[in-house]
Structures are given as C-alpha cells and as structure tokens.
C-alpha cells in the first residue's frame, strides 16, 4: 500500500463546490501548495524537487521533477537517496497532471545505479542507463518514448521498446563500474573516479596492461557501424582504470 503524505481527503458531496487549482512556483524548501484534491509539501534537494511518500510504514522520496539547476544540466544521475530518505521512484501523474515530466530542457541522458520503481512518462525522448542494482525488467518496461541502454554483458531481450547495449563500458577490478554510449565523438561526460582503500586512482586506460592512457581531450569513440540490411554491428570501447 502507497500513499502521499500530508494529503487532504476529496469531499463526499458531489455537488459541492471545489476550490480553484494552485499554479505556483517553488521556492527552495517546504513550500506548501495546494492542489485539488490534495495538498503537499514539495521539497528540493540538488538537482530534484520530490516529495515525502509512506509505502509499508517507510517514508520515502518520490522525485517529481527536476529543479532549476537541474534543468540546465545534460546529464543527471538519480540519487540513492535525498535528505536521509531513501528515493523511491517517481511520481508524475499520480496525484495530478499538472506536475511536470522528469525531462529538463537541456538533459540529454539519465543515469540510474539503484533499485527504483517508475510512475508515468517522465524521460520523454531521452536516453536513460541503467546499472547495477537498477536492472529490472519492470522498469525497462515502464519507460515509454525512451532510449534505453544496458551494460555490454546483459542480453537484450525487450523488444516493447528501443533497448541497446551501451558501447562504452568502464571496468573497475574486471567489473563494471559505468556504461555511456557515443557515436563517432568525444566522451564528454566522465564519471566519478572510483576509489580503492589504499590506492590513488591514475586514470583510465585502453588496455589491462596500462600502457595506452584514454585522452579525454583528443580520443574518440569510434562511428557506429551498420550492416548492409542496416543492422548494428555492435562494437565496445573498454576503458580500465589503474590504481597505483
């Protein structure tokens, strides 16, 4: 059982008059709107606008949109958790359809590493990754009008909607540490460097031998290719990243 809190519960009478809806901007915390039937407190916290959500007695976030400085960013990477509260999901036409979508004008790509679950068209047409734990056939079918892309070692077998191995697969102690996917150009998002106890991280490389360093300025990933019945001919760029 799911249900917002701070909800004010619908009259019975039919035939009484309801108020106006609340068009409103939002400041930066707790700023209370009203919106019939219910009422909420919307919080912000980096990047995301969310609400406070109970599901079995937890009380969890629910991302409804993205804030003002994560509208202006290309790449956002859903949060495990926001405020202590651990991030449930989303929520965008569940209580109203005047909530916006979880798109942003500038975002181009969504990364998720963790377990969530989906309400409603919220990426629109956007790219969307998924790794580790976010791995789930329910939220691959939940997204709707998005490009969905996988790591190089899960088997594609979605065909509800447009579902790719990412082709650039960075690789921590021969496991996968983050996938992205480029098309004859520079990478020009990095992740976070991963860390090792009692190691200084030196960077990404082309081989396992350490010998080629991968030159974010310069190396590119190469064209993706394409059969002559125009078939994608899958090829992975693999980055690995030295310790010393």
Partial sequence: TIHALHSIKKPKCEDKPQPPQTHTSYPSRHHRITLTPFSFTIDES??????????????????????DSGDE?????????????????????????????????EVSKFYIQH???????????????????????????GYYLTSIYLPSNVEINNTKHDVYNANVTYY???????????????ITFIPENPTKEGYTFDGWYKDLDYNNKWDFDTDKVPAKEYGENQEYIYKETKLYAKFI
């Avoid at 980096?46 to 804030?67: C, N, P, V, W």
């Avoid at 921590?172 to 150009?185: K, L």
């Fill in 115 to 141: 377990q969530i679950k989906y309400r409603g068209d919220l990426f629109g047409l956007r790219k969307v990754f998924l790794l580790g734990d976010g791995l789930n056939n329910s939220l691959i079918n």
């Fill in 73 to 105: 960013k290309e790449v956002i990477i859903i949060p495990e958790y926001l405020d202590g509260y651990k991030v449930y999901g989303f929520y965008d036409r569940g209580f109203s359809t005047q909530w916006g979508r979880v798109t942003g004008s």
């Fill in 46 to 67: 980096g990047d995301f606008r969310y609400l406070i959500i109970k599901e079995d007695g937890e009380e969890m976030a629910a991302i409804i949109e993205l804030s």
């Fill in 172 to 186: 921590v102690d021969n496991e996968i540490y983050w996938i992205d996917d480029y098309d004859d150009g520079l």
